[in-house]
């Protein structure tokens, strides 16, 4: 058993249901009103309050992605994600299981939020000072207002008027999107969903009522993979929920991982 991060990072929290302050007694997170969460034993907490959404990471997606990020393979993007992000509080809101997380420095302390039980059970334990949520970006987050200084979303979904909200005077959301020729031999070769191009016109779109672009940087890597590595990269990504065939059949000889990360301040 243990209580995670979540002890060191309560001040961040606001309570799902009256949005008062939050405090935790031995391994139940309660707030200044009626609302209790026990602990899971790995250290997170379920605010989620029902169900999780049928996109929501199973536990072999977040299994296939540990196996895949582990590898080392998107070290690059986390590298310069870690330049970005030097200190202070951070939330990674659709964290999975905290690889991400996990590449911050000691300085840094915060939240790991996913909608999946799964991946916050694995984000419990990614980093000393990042407590794990589970929780639906969608909802109001139960996260204090301007407490944070980075938002992180690596390729999930954004919330921006809550990113906004939280975000500390001065703070910064950072933006992982997939560039268009991202995985392109292995789209190509195994039939799989491409990326769409309009997506990042879409991201400027929709963060604009609260956003101002500041930034914008390319990271680019080419990955030699093995069979198990192709089929946990199809495993932890969107083609899990959409192909039938798990098994990939041939692996390209390099794929391209491409990456945008594009930096917000809030007007
Ligand atoms: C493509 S994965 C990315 C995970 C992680 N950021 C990474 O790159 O390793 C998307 C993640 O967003 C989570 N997710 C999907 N919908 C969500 C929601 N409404 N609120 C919070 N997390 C969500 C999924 O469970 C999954 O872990």
């Not at 939240?111 to 000072?129: E, F, K, M």
């Not at 993979?225 to 899990?240: C, H, I, Q, S």
């Amino acid at each position: 058993m243990t209580t995670g991060a979540l002890g060191e990072v309560v001040d961040l929290l606001a309570c799902p249901h009256c949005r008062q302050p939050m405090h935790l007694d031995d391994r139940v997170l309660g707030c200044t009103g009626p609302h209790r969460f026990d602990l899971a034993k790995q250290g997170y907490v379920n605010l989620l309050g029902g169900r999780a959404p049928r996109n929501a990471d199973t536990a072999e997606m977040v299994a296939a992605r540990e196996r895949f990020l582990g590898a080392g393979h998107y070290l690059p993007l986390r590298d310069a994600l870690a330049t970005l992000i030097p200190s202070g509080t951070v939330l990674d809101a659709g964290s999975g299981p905290g690889w991400y997380a996990a590449g911050l420095t000691e300085k840094a302390r915060g939240l790991a939020l996913d909608v999946s039980a799964a991946a916050a059970r694995r984000a419990a334990g990614a980093h000393p000072h990042i407590g794990a949520l589970v929780a639906d970006t969608w909802g109001p987050l139960p996260v204090a207002d301007g407490m944070i200084n980075t938002v992180l979303t690596v390729f999930a979904p954004r919330n921006h008027a809550e990113f906004a909200r939280v975000l500390s005077p001065g703070g910064r959301l950072l933006v992982v999107t997939p560039a268009v020729d991202h995985l392109a031999e292995a789209t190509d070769a195994l039939g799989l969903i491409g990326m769409d191009p309009e997506k990042e016109d879409r991201l400027h779109a929709g963060a604009a009522e609260h956003f101002t672009a500041v930034s914008r940087d390319t990271v680019r890597c080419t990955m030699q993979l093995t069979v198990g590595e192709l089929a946990d990269l199809v495993g932890m990504g969107p083609n899990a929920f959409h192909r039938g065939d798990p098994e990939p059949i041939a692996v390209p000889e390099r794929i391209t991982a491409s990456f945008v990360i594009t930096r917000f301040m809030t007007h």
